[in-house]
């Protein structure tokens, strides 16, 4: 059998190198989750009609107004990540036929979640919409 020489010093070199190489790729590899209360967007509560909705395709968010609550939802489908639309009943997925309702409940499948809601703030007549 071979003699391998290895001091208690190179031993501990090599551990600490891997557990920081594991720690670099961890981090490379680990999708940024958003950040909390960072605003996504910003938007004059004027522009809001009663009983309505905004639609900003750019940040995926829609802004769907019932009575005094003032709902933000993603556009994003939770069935494959599609852009779902808004029409006056609620949400659909063009793409594989997900309906959900103007809290974004799913009504019809194949989407099994229901859409992320944001939190909104009203800020100096303003509605921000916050992340996380």
């Known amino acids: 059998m071979a003699n391998i020489h290895q001091s208690r ?23 940024r989750l958003p950040q909390g209360g960072r605003v996504l967007l910003r ?8 009983n309505g909705a905004l639609v900003y395709r750019e940040a995926r968010i829609a802004l769907i107004s ?28 063009p793409c594989h036929g997900s309906i959900f ?11 099994d979640r229901p859409l992320p809601v944001y939190q909104v703030r009203r800020e100096e007549g303003m509605l921000e919409v916050l992340a996380g």
Request: aromatic share 6%; charged share 20%; net charge positive.
């Open 101 to 111: 309702d103007r809290q974004g409940r799913v009504l019809r499948g194949p989407a």
């Open 43 to 50: 938007v004059p509560q004027g522009e809001l009609a009663a």
């Open 9 to 31: 010093r190179t031993f501990f070199k090599r551990v600490i190198l891997l557990l920081c190489g594991g720690g670099a790729l961890w981090r490379y590899l680990t999708p």
């Open 66 to 93: 019932e009575g005094e609550t003032i709902r933000a939802l993603s556009l994003v489908c939770t069935h494959l990540g599609c852009s779902v639309t808004v029409t006056p009943d609620g949400l659909s997925c």
